[in-house]
């Protein structure tokens, strides 16, 4: 792997309490082309696959998959997941589902993440075994939070037990922390019953496909996903007392939409004043009625299948 040299055009980039999905400044000329594809920079490769999504082609996003498994910079693979999660056309998202797999425990869980993203519920299967692989308190936390919002609301009852879960590997557990060695009994008892988030998890995925008849639309909270409700829910969330992380939603909307959402924070602090002017002029130019539910967007037009 080349070494991954963040140019000065991605600054802020990809974080999404800065720039999002906007460029910093216009790219050197030359780049974002055919044969940027190949540049031996990481970073040129990513931003030349979201350039050509941005403009509707997006047969290029398993270009990404070479980033995935990349161990010397997570970010690249974070990256290079969600942006498939964001850009993938339905017949890409088994890169995924290859990722959910994966024996790199990083990789699982930027993959859950991505699936998120994509909404789609035949993907929760191998989220739920990721998650059964994962390794520590923040990896099960991270993919469990994501199969929560697949398949219900914020506060659900699968978010407060993502972060639950018993060790499997008893013995291994006792070879590396001999001092739980007096509770051995304890723990071989809760490594044999069943886990609480997996049932739970079986339990509302079998309620929501019986309401979701097709497995590939696009759902979101246990529902298949409109702009309105997308909305609906955005303002909820910035209305609470309690400021909650906005990222995540910005992440969607700017994507959804290709609005430049630079503005929804200050200082990596949301501003509530400016996410609501910027939903509010989008409500009034009626272009929500152009999404159709149940359908993956990106940059204001339909992911192509």
């Known amino acids: 792997m080349a070494e991954a040299v963040l140019p000065r055009f991605l600054y802020g980039t990809f974080d999404w309490r800065f720039r999002g999905l906007t460029f910093a400044e216009q790219p050197p000329e030359g780049l974002l082309t055919r044969a940027s594809l190949n540049h031996s920079n990481p970073w040129i490769v990513i931003a030349t696959v979201l350039e050509f999504a941005r403009q509707g082609d997006h047969t290029h996003v398993p270009v990404l998959s070479r980033y995935y498994e990349d161990r010397d910079t997570p970010a690249l693979s974070r990256t290079s997941l969600l942006l498939t999660g964001d850009l993938a056309r339905s017949a890409d998202l088994k890169l995924l589902q290859q990722a959910l797999r994966s024996i790199n425990p990083i990789t699982r869980m930027h993959a859950a993440e991505g699936a998120a993203l994509c909404g789609q519920l035949w993907l929760v299967g191998d989220m739920l075994n990721a998650w059964e692989n994962a390794e520590d308190v923040n990896d099960h936390e991270v993919i469990g939070y994501r199969i929560s919002e697949l398949l219900e609301e914020p506060g659900g009852i699968l978010e407060s037990y993502a972060g639950t879960f018993s060790f499997r590997n008893v013995d291994q557990l006792i070879a590396d922390m001999p001092g739980l060695k007096s509770v051995e009994n304890e ?119």
């Not at 609005?259 to 996410?275: E, H, K, P, V």
Request: some cysteine; hydrophobic content about 40%.
């Open 187 to 305: 723990l071989r008892f809760l490594a044999e019953g069943p886990v609480e988030f997996v049932e739970r998890t079986r339990e509302i995925y079998r309620d929501v496909s019986l309401r979701v008849d097709d497995q590939r639309l696009f759902i979101s909270e246990g529902k298949i996903w409109t702009m309105e409700g997308f909305i609906n829910r955005l303002v909820v969330e910035i209305s609470k007392e309690v400021p909650p992380t906005f990222y995540n939603y910005r992440h969607r909307f700017e994507a959804y939409t290709g609005i430049d959402c630079t503005n929804f924070f200050q200082g990596g602090s949301a501003d509530r004043l400016a996410i609501m002017a910027t939903l509010e002029t989008f409500l009034e130019s009626d272009l929500v009625r152009a999404f159709l539910p149940g359908q993956r967007y990106f940059n204001g037009h339909l992911i192509p299948s």
